[in-house]
């Protein structure tokens, strides 16, 4: 083989070595090129999915909700509970704290029953308004107005009267929404403490709405004696499950004797 033909083979040799290179790097950039295409892209379909799948989830949400409201319109007015709970510790649905102990207290303390209705009647209200300022267009809107009264029955232990207070203002309020969770606080105040003894007090509440009434009988025991105070809740501050105590002995002790006084 002579230096001509050496080097004629030795320049094709590199070519053809050129070319697969070329061709090799060609298929990198491509699939590296692909796979950060469809990388790129996942991202933004996923977020495409999960915005379908809460927008779907809401969907039934308010689905189920009108079959809710359906089902609670043929609800007969009632309480689905309730409980006696200490003075100024309600502050919202399900936020209180009971009244220790359950159904006795002192002469001269103020007696407040927590309701949970159910079934009362939304009645709907067309709201009329301007906005914009200078370029203000009329526009309305449907609120719904829930309406109650109670009746207070004392009677002593053998259920004879003696004292009936009607047409108290329990709940008057303008909602947005068919509002079906609300706390009823029924306040009973001796202004003249009660005797020594036992009781029932019946209350009976009306839905100005609907018209319907139901009635809570409870048996209460006036004791001078009694040291009363409110159920401890859980302290989730703190790692021991320690409880929040109730109402200092000593603050109990000097409401007692002012009460006496």
Known sequence: MNYRTFLTMTLCSLVVLSISTSFLLSSILQTSFAQSSSSSSTPEMSLSQG?????NQLEQLDVDRQQYL????????????????????????????????????RPGET???????????????????T???????ATSRTLYWINMTVD???????????????DLPAASFISHK?????????????EEPFPVGDYIVTYVVHDEVTGQSFQIDKRITIDDN?????????????????VQPALPEQ??????????T
Do not use: C, K
């Not at 089902?71 to 220790?100: C, K, M, P």
């Not at 007696?111 to 308004?129: C, K, M, N, R, W």
């Open 178 to 190: 068919q509002n079906t969770e609300f706390p009823l606080e029924v306040t009973l105040t001796q």
């Open 226 to 242: 009694a040291t009363t105070g409110a159920l401890p809740l859980p302290d989730i501050g703190n790692d021991n499950n320690s």
């Open 251 to 260: 603050q109990l002790e000097e409401r007692s004797q002012a009460l006496q």
């Open 111 to 129: 007696i407040v029953l927590y309701v949970e209705p159910v079934g009362f009647g939304h009645q709907p209200i067309t709201d009329a308004s």
């Open 51 to 55: 915005e379908g799948q809460a927008g």
């Open 131 to 137: 906005q914009d300022g200078a370029n203000s267009t």
């Open 70 to 105: 359906s089902t609670w319109n043929n609800t007969a007015f009632g309480s689905q509970f309730d409980v006696f709970i200490a003075e100024g510790t309600q502050s919202g649905y399900g936020v209180y704290r009971e009244h220790l102990p359950a159904n006795v207290f």
């Open 152 to 166: 207070i029955i004392i009677s002593d232990s053998s259920g004879s009267p003696l004292q009936t207070l009607e």
